[in-house]
């Protein structure tokens, strides 16, 4: 099944570690074949990793983006999940730490990805309450 995409204007997005760019007009892209795709909204930078769920998150998006290094990001994944976890008493961020655990297990990165955003949204709202 071909994946529809649709790109605001001046949106970038990262496919097979290659940066591409879209011009001053909305434009839609359809991949017919499996590609690691990121839009620029799911792209983490180093510098933007500043809180728990986030270094969670980004070993998960190297795993997806670098695929010949995974066991060195899949490594630092596993160290701070655990790290996360055992910091963590709440239910239902627990059932977020397992499936996002089930899908990086299963080379489901993406959904990982996915998944992982509600951490970091977890995250935010435990700190917000502070």
């Given at each position: 099944m071909a994946l529809k995409l649709s790109l605001k204007p001046d949106e970038r997005l990262v496919i097979n570690g290659a940066v591409l760019a879209?011009?001053?007009?909305?434009?839609?892209?359809?991949?017919?074949?499996?590609?690691?795709?990121?839009?620029?909204?799911?792209?983490?930078?180093?510098?933007?990793?500043?809180?728990?769920?986030?270094?969670i998150y980004f070993p998960i998006m190297l795993m997806y983006m670098d695929q010949g290094q995974q066991d060195k990001y899949y490594e630092e994944f596993v160290l701070r999940m655990t790290e996360f976890m055992n910091a963590i008493s709440t239910p239902e961020a627990i059932e977020i730490c397992v499936k996002v655990s089930r899908e990086v297990m299963n080379r489901n990165y993406y959904k990982a990805l996915i998944s992982c955003k509600k951490l970091i949204v977890f995250e935010l709202d435990k700190l917000a309450a502070v």
């Open positions: 879209n011009g001053d007009r909305r434009t839609t892209l359809i991949v017919h074949n499996k590609a690691s795709i990121l839009r620029e909204k799911d792209i983490m930078q180093e510098t933007d990793v500043t809180t728990p769920a986030r270094r």
